[in-house]
């Protein structure tokens, strides 16, 4: 069972073998949507900026601030780079705790998951030739899986890479998302490629990444997913 929610600039599917799950991971994004929009009403530089954010002594901070900034500051930039997973974060451990051994949020290319199967999880890639080619194989999991995809060739997010794809996996929504956002920033040529990962290695809750530029597939990880064609 399949459905898009569709909430400002959150635009996700969401699956589930069951549609009250997906009622609730639709209830989890409104609720907490509604507390990073309130939290940007009194703080609005935390929405615009590009750099670290100090969260200093303010005493209401909700929690998906809290998961953002966290994330984000590993990679030294501003922390609407995890907002896409961590949404996506919050909505599938809110539907696991509510009893789904299947539940996965795609929130525009940026997926939280639990699994009781396996899956395959496609890579769209803009004008390269594996865009759409290529998948990982995920194989069952009850911990939860973040896996991010950015991209400086397609969407409308801020990149200063030019990777068609740069995908990490951890088992943080919200830290792939960052992750990814940073891996790709590293990459602007070919020869950047090989040594783009540097970006993103120091981080030990990352299981694995892969980077596609043009014609070329690069991948890190002892732990990354097999990769499929579809």
Not at 69 to 95: C, H, N, Q, R, Y
Not at 111 to 130: C, H, K, Q
Request: glycine share 6%.
């Amino acid at each position: 069972m399949k459905e898009r929610f569709t909430l400002k600039e959150t635009s996700a599917w969401i699956t589930a073998d069951e549609k009250r799950y997906i009622e609730i991971a639709k209830e989890t994004l409104k609720e907490r949507r509604k507390h990073l929009d309130r939290f940007v009403r009194w703080h609005p530089y935390f929405a615009v900026t590009l750099e670290e954010y100090e969260i200093g002594e303010k005493k209401e901070v909700p929690a998906i601030v809290r998961i953002m900034i966290k994330s984000a500051t590993k990679f030294g930039m501003g922390p609407m780079s995890a907002v896409a997973g961590a949404l996506a974060e919050f909505a599938v451990i809110a539907m696991q705790d509510a009893g789904a051994a299947y539940a996965m949020v795609d929130n525009g290319g940026d997926i939280a998951l639990v699994t009781d199967r396996e899956v395959r999880v496609g890579i769209y890639a803009g004008e390269s030739p594996f865009s759409n080619k290529i998948a990982l194989k995920i194989r069952p999991c009850s911990s939860l899986l973040g896996i991010c995809t950015s991209s400086g060739t397609v969407g409308h997010s801020i990149s200063f890479g030019n990777a068609d794809a740069a995908t990490v996996i951890s088992n943080s929504a919200s830290l792939s998302d960052a992750a990814a956002t940073a891996l790709c920033n590293s990459v602007t040529d070919a020869h950047s490629v090989k040594n783009s990962f540097h970006a993103i290695n120091h981080v030990k809750e990352i299981k694995g990444a892969l980077v596609i530029y043009k014609e070329m597939l690069a991948r890190w990880g002892s732990n990354m997913p097999e990769i499929v064609r579809l």
